[in-house]
C-alpha cells in the first residue's frame, strides 16, 4: 500500500522562476488537499479538491498560485513569478469519502526555498 | 474565525516521564478534534482524534478528551519513550475538506 507521494521533495529556485509541484493520493481515494507549513507554524489549507472539481480555495492562494487535478488523480500545484515569502513547506494530503472519519493522510510534502 | 491554540514548545522530559501538552480551540458548534504527529523526516500522521463532547480519543498510550466546557483537548502520556520525540500538532474541522492545525509543539525524551 502507498502512500500519498510528492515530488520534488526539495526545490530551490530564484525569484520570479515559476515552480510546480506533483502529488499522487492514494489510489482510492476521492478528496486532495493542499496545505503550506512554514517554520514553527501548523500547516495552513490552500485548497481541496473533489475528484477533478477545485471546491475550496483559501484567500492563502494568491493568482499566482494556480492547482489541478484534471483526472481525478494526480495533482499539481504550480507558483508562477515565485518570491522568497513563497519559501515554506508544501503539504498534500488525501483522505476517501465512503468513510468520512475527518482523517487526512499526508504526504512528506515538498519544501521549497526561493533565493 | 476557528482557530487553535496549543502550548509552545519544545517540551524536554525525561524517559518515563508523563506528559501532557495543552490544547484550546476556539470554534461554533461541534468541531471533530484531532491530535496529529510528525515524526523527523516524516509526513504528519494522525495519532488520535474525538468527534463530541466528552470523547476519549486514545492511541500508541497518548490520551485526548475533548472538553466542551473548557474548549480544550489536551495531549497526556503517562510514561513517554525517547521514540515519542516529534512535533505533536492539535487540530480542528467543522467541515469535510477544511482543517485547522495549531503551531505545533516539539517534543524531546532524552534517555
Known amino acids: 500500500d502507498t502512500g500519498v507521494s510528492q515530488d520534488p521533495r526539495h526545490k530551490i529556485t530564484k525569484r520570479g522562476q515559476n515552480v510546480t509541484f506533483r502529488c499522487d493520493p492514494i489510489?482510492?481515494?476521492?478528496?486532495l488537499y493542499w496545505y503550506r507549513q512554514t517554520l514553527g507554524q501548523g500547516p495552513e489549507f490552500l485548497t481541496y479538491?473533489?475528484?477533478?472539481?477545485?471546491?475550496?480555495k483559501s484567500r492563502l492562494l494568491s493568482d499566482r498560485f494556480s492547482a489541478e487535478r484534471p483526472k481525478g488523480s494526480f495533482s499539481t500545484l504550480e507558483i508562477q513569478r515565485t518570491e522568497q515569502g513563497d519559501s515554506a513547506m508544501y503539504l498534500c494530503?488525501?483522505?476517501?469519502?465512503?468513510?468520512?472519519?475527518?482523517?487526512?493522510?499526508f504526504g512528506e510534502g515538498s519544501r521549497l526555498t526561493v533565493l | 474565525g476557528n482557530s487553535v491554540t496549543q502550548m509552545e514548545g519544545p517540551v524536554t522530559l525525561s524517559e518515563e516521564a508523563f506528559l501532557t501538552i495543552n490544547c484550546t480551540y476556539t470554534a461554533t458548534g461541534y468541531p471533530s478534534l484531532f491530535w496529529y504527529v510528525q515524526y523527523p523526516g516524516e509526513g504528519l500522521q494522525l495519532l488520535l482524534k474525538a468527534t463530541k463532547a466528552d470523547d476519549k480519543g486514545s492511541n500508541k498510550g497518548f490520551e485526548a478528551t475533548y472538553r466542551k466546557e473548557t474548549t480544550s483537548f489536551h495531549l497526556e502520556k503517562g510514561s513517554v519513550q525517547v521514540s515519542d520525540s516529534a512535533v505533536y500538532f492539535c487540530a480542528l474541522s467543522k467541515s469535510s475538506f477544511k482543517t485547522i492545525f495549531g503551531a505545533g509543539t516539539r517534543l524531546f525524551v532524552k534517555a
Open positions: 489510489s482510492e481515494h476521492n478528496r
Open positions: 479538491f473533489q475528484n477533478e472539481a477545485q471546491l475550496e
Open positions: 494530503a488525501s483522505s476517501p469519502t465512503t468513510v468520512n472519519t475527518g482523517e487526512l493522510f
